[in-house]
C-alpha cells in the first residue's frame, strides 16, 4: 500500500520561500512519476508541477517553482521561491504508475 506523507507547508510573506517534502512508502518510489497540485477552496485540484522522465510546470510557477525528486530517500520535493498571495492553497502530493495515490494535504499561506 503506497502513502504519501506531505511536509513543509506554513505561512509566509510575499516574496518567502518555502519547500515541501513528500516522503513515499509501499512500492518502489523511481518507478513512480510524481506530481504536486493545489487546491482552494470551490476550486478543482490543479497540477503545479510533475516529475518523470522530465519535469513539467503550471504557467503560474514557471521560473519560480522547483520540483525534484532524491530516489536514494524516496522523497520528492517542490521548491517554491517568490511566493505570491495566489500561491495560498493546500498542496497534495500524487504518485502514479498504474494506480494513482494522493497524500494528506498541507498548507501554504501566503499573507503578509
Known amino acids: 500500500q503506497v502513502q504519501l506523507v506531505e511536509s513543509g507547508g506554513g505561512l509566509v510573506q510575499p516574496g518567502g520561500s518555502l519547500r515541501l517534502s513528500c516522503v513515499f512508502s509501499?512500492?518502489?518510489?523511481?518507478?513512480?512519476?510524481m506530481s504536486w497540485y493545489r487546491q482552494t477552496p470551490g476550486k478543482e485540484r490543479e497540477l503545479v508541477a510533475s516529475?518523470?522522465?522530465?519535469?513539467k510546470y503550471a504557467d503560474s510557477v514557471k521560473g519560480r517553482f522547483t520540483i525534484s525528486r532524491d530516489n536514494a530517500k524516496n522523497t520528492a520535493y517542490l521548491q517554491m521561491n517568490s511566493l505570491k498571495p495566489e500561491d495560498t492553497a493546500v498542496y497534495y502530493c500524487?504518485?502514479?504508475?498504474?494506480?494513482?495515490?494522493w497524500g494528506q494535504g498541507t498548507q501554504v499561506t501566503v499573507t503578509s
Open positions: 500524487h504518485a502514479a504508475r498504474v494506480q494513482s495515490y
Open positions: 509501499g512500492d518502489i518510489f523511481r518507478l513512480h512519476a
Open positions: 516529475i518523470d522522465i522530465g519535469t
